[in-house]
Nanobody, 128 residues
Framework: QGQPAESGGGSVQAGGSLTLSCGGS??????????MAWFRQAPEKRYEGVAS???????KYVDSVKGRFTISRDNSKNTLYLEMNSLKSEDTATYYC????????????????????WGQGTQVTVSS
């Protein structure tokens, strides 16, 4: 069973950019068949689905990051990315990548219950 591993977090000024990566995992279902997603959790807040990408490259975003964040994947490298631009203080959180192990190709939603494999998280801190 794959264990995703995030990297690329850090501290940045408001308006800056960061790109997160998630890789290093192997899945018996085949990585390319998995819906992949990024979630985040700010201190004392619930997990929030940020973006998802299905096997066909279709993407969805939470309204608060539309136009600023871009999710992408490289199936040849089993790697997921999240490019974050125009960062705001409210983007400060621990970011997690997650895989939907049902391997249906499509993404069913951005609920935590849809995703069975999670990374350990990477911290993103945006200072104003």
């Amino acid at each position: 069973q794959g264990q995703p591993a995030e990297s690329g977090g850090g501290s940045v000024q408001a308006g800056g950019s960061l790109t997160l990566s998630c890789g290093g995992s192997e899945f018996p279902q085949g990585y390319s068949s998995l819906c992949m997603a990024w979630f985040r959790q700010a201190p004392e807040k619930r997990y929030e689905g940020v973006a998802s990408i299905d096997s066909f490259g279709s993407t969805k975003y939470v309204d608060s990051v539309k136009g600023r964040f871009t999710i992408s994947r490289d199936n040849s490298k089993n790697t997921l990315y999240l490019e974050m631009n125009s960062l705001k203080s409210e983007d400060t959180a621990t970011y997690y990548c997650a895989a939907d192990l049902r391997a249906q190709g499509y993404c069913f939603g951005l609920s935590t219950r849809d995703f069975g494999a999670w990374g350990q998280g990477t911290q993103v801190t945006v200072s104003s």
